[in-house]
C-alpha cells in the first residue's frame, strides 16, 4: 500500500491543491510499518489532474489537512481513500497513527 501526504516545508499542508511536493510512504501491511519514501513534485495544478497523477503513482491512501468535497470525490473516483482533517505534522508520525488507528482529524478546513 502507497500513502501520499501533501507537504509544506516537510509538514503536510494543510490543503492538498497548495503544497510544495508529494510524499509517498510504502506501507508493509502486514507488519503495519514504513518501508519507503519518496518525494514527487506535482504536475501543474488543473481541476482532477493530481487525483489520476497520484493513482498512476500507486497511492491507495491520501493523508490532508483539508479538501474540497469535489475533489474529494474525484479521489475517489481514482480509488484512493480520503481522509481529512489531520493536522500539520511529520509525514511518518501521521502515516503510523493511521496505521495504528490512532490519527487523530478534525474539521476539514476546505469543505465547500
Known amino acids: 500500500m ?3 501526504i501533501p507537504l509544506v516545508g516537510g509538514k503536510l499542508s494543510q490543503h492538498f491543491g497548495h503544497c510544495e511536493e508529494f510524499v ?33 503513482l500507486g497511492a491507495e491512501v491520501i493523508i490532508a489537512g483539508g479538501m474540497g468535497r469535489r475533489a474529494q470525490e474525484l ?7 480520503v481522509v481529512v482533517g489531520a493536522a500539520a505534522d511529520a509525514p511518518e508520525k501521521l502515516v503510523n497513527a493511521y496505521l495504528q488507528n490512532t490519527l487523530e482529524v478534525g474539521e476539514n478546513c476546505c469543505d465547500h
Open 75 to 81: 479521489f475517489t473516483e481514482n480509488g484512493i481513500k
Open 24 to 56: 509517498l510512504l510504502e506501507i508493509c501491511a502486514d507488519a503495519k510499518t514504513i518501508t519507503g519514501k519518496s518525494l514527487h513534485q506535482p504536475p501543474p495544478h488543473e481541476p482532477g489532474m493530481l487525483p489520476r497523477w497520484l493513482n498512476q
Open 2 to 4: 502507497k500513502i501520499a
